[in-house]
């Protein structure tokens, strides 16, 4: 496996999650796009039943993959103070302790800054500091429903874009990669509650190099011009204070990725019967904590 991450290391790994997204998107027509498509949903195990029109309506792999849902196909768990705002796998949820403030826990011990995670670049807020009080990943593989929803009810206060490169998100990377996901292309939405903040971080990955938001029409990562812009700056994108609700929709991965979701100020996981076993299989708009 070294030699792969070593491999990996001096590839142009952007570029090709570019060059693979153009593939992804090409335009098939009717009648070849049934076939073509069938094939991809067999081989990627995609749950076609829940779609929200039928196969034959998608003219390429990234309209599959983007897909919307049927309605009532993710009902909100109700009563519980967050949920989960993606379907994928739940591979880590920590609470914070005094003496690790600022760091998450991941595969092997791998330790990241919270701060860097979330604000990249950007000086932290000076009001009241920066308090994490835990955190939670889901993966997402590619069959999942690649859409990230609000998991908390609050204002969506911000939303940084932080350039950076695309290592591939599973296991074996991120427990030899330090620092992998502070490192990659990211964006994070930072939702205001009476509770305290909550920041969900959508993690890009190698042959998935594109994340886009209806908060921010007119942007999408990874995109022909990030190929030739060498600025290394972080984005701060102009959003008015937006109320959402649970399950309101934030984002899209144009394949399967990682999200971190970092809460502060607040615990919210106080009672370790209450957390689930892990790794756990999720989908968007269960309950975090366990049914009791």
């Known amino acids: 496996m070294e030699v792969v991450v070593f491999l990996v290391k001096w590839i142009p790994k952007n570029l090709v999650s570019y060059i693979i997204g153009l593939f992804f998107r090409l335009f098939v027509p009717y009648p070849l796009n049934y076939p073509y498509l069938r094939i991809l949903a067999f081989l990627f195990r995609v749950d076609l039943s829940e779609a929200d029109k039928p196969l034959i ?17 993710r009902p909100l768990a ?13 591979i880590h949820l920590h609470t914070i302790k005094e003496d690790t403030v600022g760091t998450m826990l991941n595969v092997k011990g ?23 009080k835990g955190f939670f990943t889901i993966y997402l593989a590619p069959h999942n429903y690649h859409r990230v929803h609000a998991p908390v009810k609050g204002k969506l206060v911000s939303i940084l874009y932080h350039p950076g490169t695309l290592w591939p998100v599973n296991a ?29 971080i959508m993690v890009g990955a190698l042959n998935v190099g594109r994340i886009s ?32 609700e649970q399950g309101d929709e ?43």
Not at 121 to 126: D, K, M, N, R, V
Not at 217 to 227: D, E, V, W
């Open 57 to 73: 309506m998608y003219h390429s792999f990234e309209e599959l993959f983007t897909r919307k849902l049927k309605p009532g196909s």
């Open 78 to 90: 109700t009563g519980q103070e967050i949920i989960s705002p993606v379907d994928g796998t739940l």
């Open 110 to 132: 791998v330790k990241y800054d919270l701060a860097t995670l979330i604000y990249g670049t950007h000086p932290l807020p000076p009001a009241g500091g920066f308090k994490p």
């Open 172 to 200: 074996p990377f991120v427990s030899r990669v330090p620092h992998l996901f502070s490192h990659n292309e990211r964006v994070t939405f930072s939702i205001s509650t009476k509770q305290g903040l909550f920041h969900v």
């Open 213 to 244: 938001s209806p908060y921010f029409p007119t942007f999408i990562s990874n995109s022909l011009l990030r190929q030739v812009n060498l600025s290394k700056m972080s984005l701060d994108i102009d959003v008015k204070e937006e109320s959402l």
């Open 250 to 292: 934030l984002g899209t991965f144009m394949l399967g990725s990682t999200v971190v979701v970092v809460w502060e100020n607040k615990e919210i996981f106080e009672n370790p019967e209450t957390l689930p076993s892990l790794p756990h299989k999720i989908k968007m708009g269960e309950g975090m904590l366990s049914e009791t």
